[in-house]
């Protein structure tokens, strides 16, 4: 059996006509993980255990034909900064070491009760903050298109894992790009949906007014499958956003022909690698070919994007992160692994210093100072309330170019989603701005807090050691229903 063409669709199909059981495949994605991952390192655990109590479950579902979700029985990778109980959550940061989950995030809840199967957690950059999964404490992960490159990230242990045919689908996070960046870098789908349509309690929060928790699947078809399981309300998360403003994903085809394609100008004012501007316009042709209309449009604000978001990230990044201060979210007894060792701590300031001068990595350092000091008093309106002001102003080019009443409004948005392909490890670690420019394409949405999807220009075979190109489709707040279906329009043609 092939791994790499598994989809959640496939595979459920093979349950339901009894080709193969639910226990079967979870052992052998195991098998294939234990074969595999050592050179890419995608997971930092695994469930083992976990899942194949699930996976005799879910074979006991299926025996009694009781299974009425597609979801049942298949193998997902989960990011490791989304909680599940029970099981060790690090965020790839050595002060959560020795941190275990005392609840179920809403969204492993909801997958809980369609009875998925989680195959372990995936590596990222340490409490998602990088473009590369270099940042993560434990190891790096590698591109399953080519082991010298990076996956992306930071939730790159998620692409690789599904890209290589390691899960079927995974979760990560998005809080600008994280979702959508690895996902175009590793050749499958990755779909940041509306903010406040995905819960994100239970999440580790880094800045939360832009977190998203999103699916990386290998279509768009099984993007939307997911994402249908993890929607909506809930009272736990004081963003989400009610049921009844949530949209449907299953749009008819004749309403997706009509949806009319603005194509940011600005997008192509920045440099793109060359294989990247050719896939980007390969992939407008087909939508050309297809006869979709395609209108220029403008977002005269999102060259300040990138800046903007390193002002009010590590801001809220600084806030989220003082909680952390090696005592809580961790085992006592383990305490010696942030201190420094056989060093007597005197006093609580000492304490600090030690523990959260060992347990954090140099970008969650950078990110906490830097957050510090753009909200110190003096700073706070030449620096956050600027930044603030840009986003509102992004915002609003979004909210113009969705405006169906004017006459240049549009439905959807096509760009790329990275300017380059899978860069070598090690390129950008010692220049932190060109790690940040990665998210030129996909900060916006997320200051604008509208849906996104990742997907590659071609179907790319892992053989063949090509590099993929993504492109992204936007949409109107709530409206996954325009992007998912366009998607699947192309994937299909
Ligand atoms: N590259 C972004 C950052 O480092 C990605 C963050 C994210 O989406 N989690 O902040």
Redesign the pocket.
């Known amino acids: 059996m092939d791994t790499h063409t598994l989809t959640i669709h496939s595979l459920s199909q093979g349950f339901r006509e009894k080709k193969f059981s639910v226990t079967e495949i979870t052992k052998y994605f195991f098998e294939e993980i234990q074969k595999k991952d050592k050179d890419i390192g995608a997971y930092l655990s695994l469930m083992n255990e976990e899942a194949l109590v699930e996976a005799k479950y879910a074979d006991g579902l299926f025996h009694e034909n009781k299974v009425t979700s597609l979801l049942t029985g298949i193998p997902l990778a989960i990011k490791d900064n989304i909680l599940i109980e029970g099981i060790k959550t690090t965020a790839a940061s050595k002060i959560l070491e020795q941190y275990t989950a005392s609840y179920d995030a809403t969204v492993i809840k909801k997958l809980k009760d369609e009875h998925a199967v989680f195959l372990g957690k995936t590596n990222l950059?340490e409490f998602?903050?990088?473009?590369s999964t270099e940042n993560s404490a434990f190891h790096i992960t590698k591109n399953p298109h080519d082991f010298t490159r990076v996956p992306g990230?930071?939730s790159g242990g998620s692409a690789a894992a599904v890209s290589a045919g390691l899960a079927v689908g995974a979760l990560g996070?998005?809080?600008?790009?994280?979702v959508r960046q690895p996902a175009a870098l590793c050749g499958v789908v990755g779909l940041k949906p509306t903010y406040g349509s995905v819960s994100r309690f239970g999440l580790i929060a880094?800045a939360s007014s832009f977190d998203h928790v999103g699916p990386i699947t290998k279509t768009v078809e099984d993007a939307a499958i997911l994402y249908d399981a993890i929607k909506g309300h809930d009272p736990f998360d004081a963003t989400s956003i009610s049921e009844e403003q949530l949209s449907t994903t299953h749009p008819d085809p004749h309403y997706i022909k009509k949806l009319v394609i603005g194509i940011p100008k600005e997008c192509f004012e920045f440099e793109l690698e060359k294989e990247v501007k050719e896939g980007i316009e390969r992939a407008m042709e087909k939508f050309k070919r297809l006869g979709f209309v395609l209108k220029e449009i403008s977002l005269p604000h999102i060259k300040y994007s990138v800046p903007a978001y390193y002002i009010i990230?590590p801001a809220e990044v600084s806030a989220n992160l003082a909680r952390f201060d090696g005592i809580r979210y961790g085992n006592i007894q383990n305490l010696k692994s942030v201190r420094a060792d056989g060093h007597q701590i005197l006093n609580l300031k000492e304490l600090y210093e030690k523990n959260r001068g060992t347990g954090f990595g140099s970008e969650a350092k950078r990110r906490i100072l830097l957050g510090t000091f753009v909200l110190s008093a003096g700073y706070y309106d030449a620096y956050y309330g600027k930044a603030k002001k840009i986003q509102e102003c992004i915002a609003e080019d979004f909210d113009k170019a969705f405006d169906n009443k004017t006459e240049n409004g549009v439905d959807v948005m096509f760009m790329p989603t990275t300017p380059t392909r899978a860069f070598k490890i090690g390129e950008k670690t010692e220049n932190p701005v060109s790690m940040y420019l990665?998210?030129i394409f996909t900060v916006p949405m997320n200051f604008a807090g509208v849906p996104a999807l990742s997907l590659p220009v071609e179907r790319y075979d892992l053989k063949k050691k090509e590099l993929p190109v993504g492109f992204q489709l936007v949409g109107k707040k709530m409206h996954e229903r325009d992007i998912l279906g366009l998607g699947m329009y192309y994937e299909r043609n």
Do not use: E, N, R
């Open positions: 950059d998602a903050m990088g473009s990230g930071s996070s998005d809080t600008a790009g994280s880094m990230t990665s998210d």
